[in-house]
């Protein structure tokens, strides 16, 4: 794996974007806990605009690295966890979603590197399950940020149909992520 590492170029356009975001993880968890929302759906905002270009910059100017395979996914998944355990303690999230995500989130991350230790060559790729489960997530903290700034009126209905689809986009994207890795290791 090493050598894989070494032999590409790191620095680019799509990488720096997966490093840009991690970078707004701290100024977003920052402005969440002082109540700032304004300028967190700023950010938050901005930081799900990176999460869609550096995927489709990869593939549009063939810079698709194994750093970015990892660097994006972990990026989403720190950013993501991070403001739905804040949100969970704020009350503005339910329990059982963070969870949900927090589980799914940490096979995620210790399946890859178990695959990444025996199996030096292959990454699991991100599917479509897993990115509509990116984007409900996203969307339902975006959605609570607007709520918390009275621009939605509490709207109930479609924050409990934001959350039951965002669960169960988490569970399948779990569920198809566990068969992508069992067929790798039996490879």
């Not at 700032?36 to 550096?54: N, R």
């Not at 969870?99 to 292959?122: C, R």
Request: aromatic residues 18%.
């Amino acid at each position: 794996m090493a050598d894989k590492f070494c032999n590409e170029k790191i620095i680019n356009w799509p990488n720096s974007l997966s490093f840009f975001r991690i970078i707004l993880i701290a100024p977003i968890i920052y402005l969440l806990l002082n109540e700032f929302y304004k300028q967190a759906f700023f950010v938050l905002f901005i930081a799900s605009i990176t999460d869609f270009l550096d995927g489709f910059l990869a593939r549009k100017l063939n810079q698709t690295t194994l750093i970015g395979k990892l660097l994006d996914p972990l990026a989403d998944k720190i950013l993501i966890n991070y403001a739905f355990l804040l949100f969970t303690i704020k009350g503005a999230i339910p329990q059982f979603l963070w969870i949900t995500v927090f589980f799914k989130d940490t096979i995620l991350i210790v399946g890859s590197l178990v695959i990444l230790t025996y199996n030096k060559e292959n990454v699991i790729k991100s599917s479509y399950v897993g990115k509509f489960a990116t984007f409900f997530q996203i969307i339902l903290l975006l959605y609570v940020l607007l709520n918390k700034l009275y621009i939605l009126q509490n709207e109930k209905t479609l924050f409990n149909a934001l959350v039951y689809i965002t669960f169960l986009f988490s569970i399948f994207a779990l569920l198809h992520y566990i068969k992508k890795a069992l067929y790798l290791v039996k490879t």
